[in-house]
């Protein structure tokens, strides 16, 4: 029967059936004290591993039931060692199994046991069975045999401070037995992607069992004996060697960000550019975006809890400097390969990770701006995508709530916006508007006021009609509600400064029609009232006259009251009773 004819769940029951009738057997025989029959039934439960059709989805399966089974001969191999067994009597014996595979996963069981009864050194046994698996060629075969060889071994690894240092070895020799399953099993891993079946196909199998190989870098990473500089100057090369020398972009794409995700932040500050180096040197299949972001990500969650040490580490090397040298990097030599979205993606989670880091620095704002201006530039107007510039507005929007109106003078931010459709430049001066308002900083200037104008005159583009309010009325309501607050922030320490800024920002609420003058024209007569009173204070009566004709004040209140009186008589209830209650005092000043 071929392959291509078998049901691989039929398949699976029948291996899991006979398996489990091996393995019942394999137990009944240990009850009764027969040994070396409970070995023959283990023999022929491991067996069912060899078979070559099963998919590796369904291998794991069956891999998990055996794996089980074999801790109830494992836990019986101790008590025989705890009765005065010879372990090493029992490693030889169980290499009379009928084949390489199953005399392996015998003699990786037995081996755990020798190994805790100390009647061999660590590395001596870890040295056999490592050069005995060479024999298992078969990728998926091999792959699950080393994956049970690091679980049964990783506690009896002569690491630093365990009770097998010594003569049962080092931190070296347990970086050496890792390091060579991490090479073999990355090898097997990759030769999955070679047969008869489905480029596709192939590639999802790989995928299916990825955390066998992960499982290698888990280990080194729970050393003991692993220092910062045993990191820097052994382990982290003889990782990126084995990352570099695959080619294969599934490969370098999983163990580099196994790397990144399993070692310490601290590692990583104190190997960063050589990290930035090697992740931005792989094949140009790897999606590089997003092991730059998950880098940034394990960094800024460091930068939460241990903030001081970051600051520390920043002094030597400058994160973000680090960053952007190896962001324009890539953007340089694949700039015009990655599609631009993800790029712009990685300019988002890089805006984020400078704003958790440098909360208040325009410069590295301003930097990351610039990237995505270049990285547009090379582009026709027809590839860069809606929803590549709806990143560029999740970007734009990013560094609003610590920097504020600061940011709308970056030249950087204009020509960004200068790229979004309307509606998209609708939705950014929304948010404009509200993080304006949260942040309550003073409009300190015409220029300010000029800036922000510029950004949310397209909200006001033109009258907007009631149908268009009904839309989302709870929406619009609270936008406008911020709009209006926005005029409570002009403060340019000149009274007829501020006039021209409450001025300006009414001609732009007033294109917006009737529907938006309804909830600011309160505002404008309050802050206007305001002024006035301010004014008096600053100015003597002449230059009070020539810097705010009180004539000049008035005609502009009864204007704007006027224009909503009619459509929306209850708005104007408020101006118009706050403008009798007033004119008396501003007719005295």
Request: proline share 4%; charged share 25%.
């Given at each position: 029967m071929s392959e291509h004819e078998i049901d691989p769940e039929l398949l699976l029951d029948e291996l899991q059936t006979r398996s489990t009738q091996s393995g019942t057997l394999m137990r009944k025989a240990l009850e009764s004290g027969n040994l070396r029959e409970a070995i023959q039934y283990a023999d022929a439960m491991l067996s069912e591993l060899h078979n070559p059709h099963i998919v590796p989805k369904l291998y794991y399966i069956l891999f998990m039931q055996i794996f089980n089974d074999l801790k109830e001969l494992e836990d019986h191999f101790m008590e025989r060692k705890k009765s005065g067994r010879k372990m090493a009597e029992l490693y030889e014996s169980v290499q009379q199994a009928s084949g390489v595979l199953q005399r392996l996963y015998l003699m990786a069981t037995a081996g755990s046991v020798y190994i805790e009864a100390r009647e061999a050194s660590a590395k001596e046994v870890l040295s056999d069975i490592t050069e005995m698996a060479k024999g298992i060629q078969h990728p998926v075969r091999g792959l699950f045999f080393r994956y049970y060889l690091l679980k049964k071994m990783k506690d009896k690894l002569p690491d630093k401070?365990?009770?097998?240092e010594g003569d049962g070895g080092d931190i070296n020799d347990c970086v050496n037995f890792l390091i060579q399953n991490l090479t073999e099993m990355n090898r097997l891993w990759i030769r999955m992607q070679y047969g008869g079946r489905e480029k596709s196909v192939k590639q999802a199998e790989r995928q299916d069992v990825n955390m066998l190989v992960g499982e290698c870098i888990t280990r080194l990473s729970d050393l003991k004996g692993i220092d910062i500089t045993f990191y820097r100057d052994s382990l982290q090369p003889k990782l990126f060697d084995i990352v570099h020398n695959c080619n294969d972009p599934i490969s370098q794409q999983y163990l580099m960000d196994s790397i990144i995700q399993v070692f310490t932040a601290e590692f990583h500050l104190a190997t960063l550019e050589k990290l930035l180096e090697a992740a931005t040197s792989l094949h140009s299949s790897v999606d590089v975006k997003s092991l730059l972001i998950t880098l940034m990500n394990r960094l800024a969650s460091y930068a939460a809890t241990d903030r001081e040490e970051?600051?520390?580490?920043?002094?030597?090397?400058?994160?973000?400097?680090?960053?952007?040298?190896?962001?324009?990097?890539?953007?340089?030599?694949?700039?015009?390969?990655?599609?631009?979205?993800?790029?712009?993606?990685?300019?988002?989670?890089?805006?984020?990770?400078s704003i958790k880091l440098y909360p208040s620095n325009l410069d590295y704002v301003n930097q990351i701006l610039d990237l995505c201006v270049r990285t547009f530039q090379p582009l026709s107007?027809?590839?860069i995508t809606e929803p590549c510039l709806k990143s560029v507005v999740a970007l734009l929007i990013i560094?609003?709530?610590?920097?504020?109106?600061?940011?709308?003078?970056?030249?950087?931010?204009?020509?960004?916006?200068?790229?979004?459709?309307?509606?998209?430049?609708?939705?950014?001066?929304?948010?404009?508007?509200?993080?304006?308002?949260?942040?309550?900083?003073?409009?300190?200037?015409?220029?300010?006021?000029?800036?922000?104008v510029g950004f949310i005159k397209h909200l006001y583009a033109s009258a907007i009609t009631e149908k268009e309010v009904?839309?989302?009325?709870?929406?619009?309501?609270?936008?406008?509600?911020?709009?209006?607050k926005l005029l409570h922030l002009i403060d340019c320490r000149d009274p007829a400064t501020d006039f021209l800024a409450i001025t300006s920002l009414k001609e732009t609420f007033d294109?917006?029609?009737?529907?938006?003058?309804?909830?600011?024209?309160?505002?404008?007569?309050?802050?206007v009232y305001n002024l006035i009173d301010k004014a008096a204070k600053v100015y003597d009566a002449g230059t009070l006259e020539s810097k705010l004709p009180i004539l000049k004040i008035y005609q502009f209140v009864y204007q704007a009251i006027d224009a909503i009186g009619q459509s929306f008589p209850n708005s104007a209830i408020r101006p118009v009773s706050y403008t009798h209650l007033t004119l008396p005092t501003i007719c005295s000043v």
């Open positions: 401070g365990s009770k097998f970051l600051k520390q580490a920043d002094k030597e090397i400058n994160i973000f400097v680090m960053f952007n040298k190896y962001i324009d990097k890539l953007l340089e030599e694949q700039g015009l390969i990655i599609e631009p979205k993800k790029l712009v993606e990685l300019e988002i989670a890089y805006m984020r990770f107007a027809k590839s560094p609003l709530d610590s920097l504020s109106m600061e940011i709308l003078a970056l030249p950087n931010y204009s020509t960004l916006a200068g790229y979004l459709t309307p509606s998209m430049l609708q939705t950014l001066a929304k948010k404009i508007i509200m993080s304006l308002v949260t942040a309550m900083k003073p409009i300190r200037s015409m220029e300010i006021v000029q800036q922000l009904n839309e989302d009325a709870y929406e619009f309501e609270e936008v406008q509600t911020y709009a209006a294109k917006g029609g009737m529907q938006v003058l309804r909830y600011t024209t309160p505002a404008v007569v309050n802050e």
